[in-house]
């Protein structure tokens, strides 16, 4: 994560940098990004990334990070939005990430990440949905999903049942944007699989 002295930027400085490094991990995948591009477009000198960040992952992973955390507070108004229904507040989420995915010719971080996956990187895009830990965010979302609709027995069976949700969107989305699919298509995609989860596969 960034150094103390990254968090110390004033805002202005700090949203430089941030949007030079989404600019440069836009373009290419985190592998062949390159430092110097990014201080070329914040017009800062080596040293001072260095000061800010251990190395171009961490840098990367920030960004990553932020975003996960803004999903994941996305999702917890959409579970009080649908009054605990866990499908409805999920399949929001798929629809805004992909919508924002989509190529539409401008900077475009998340839709670089899907098209770039690996492990590291799916667990840090996932991770504020998908932690076994009991910790704050976990509990923010069994508090308000409606596990009476579900068929769990207790709060660890609900995690399985969300590791399962998020298998089958974040593989979803994956899909769906590295073969360009359109809104329209992605969606149906998508609703045929989560509501197969919702219904079960046998009788």
């Known amino acids: 994560m960034p150094k103390k002295t990254f968090y110390n930027l004033n805002e202005e400085k700090k949203k430089i940098l941030i949007e030079a490094a989404k600019q440069e991990f836009s373009r290419v995948s985190l592998y062949e990004a390159s430092i110097a591009n990014i201080l070329k477009k914040a017009e800062i000198p080596r040293g001072s990334f260095y000061q800010y960040f251990e190395d171009k992952e961490d ?68 991770k504020y949905l998908s932690e076994k830990e009991k910790d704050e965010r976990t509990q923010n979302i069994y508090d308000l999903v409606n596990t009476d609709a579900l068929n769990v027995v207790d709060e660890k069976e609900f995690y399985h049942v969300m590791q399962v949700v998020i298998a089958v969107t974040f593989h979803n989305l994956v899909h769906c944007v590295s073969n360009d699919f359109s809104k329209e298509e992605a969606l149906k995609k998508y609703e045929k699989e989560i509501n197969l989860v919702r219904t079960g596969l046998c009788e």
């Open 59 to 126: 840098a990367f992973f920030y960004l990553l990070n932020e975003h996960a955390k803004e999903r994941h507070a996305n999702f917890l108004a959409n579970l009080e939005k649908y009054k605990g229904d866990l499908f409805a507040a999920v399949k929001e989420i798929y629809q805004e990430v992909f919508e924002y995915s989509l190529d539409n010719g401008k900077i475009n971080f998340i839709r670089n990440v899907l098209l770039n996956m690996n492990y590291k990187i799916e667990h840090t895009f996932t």
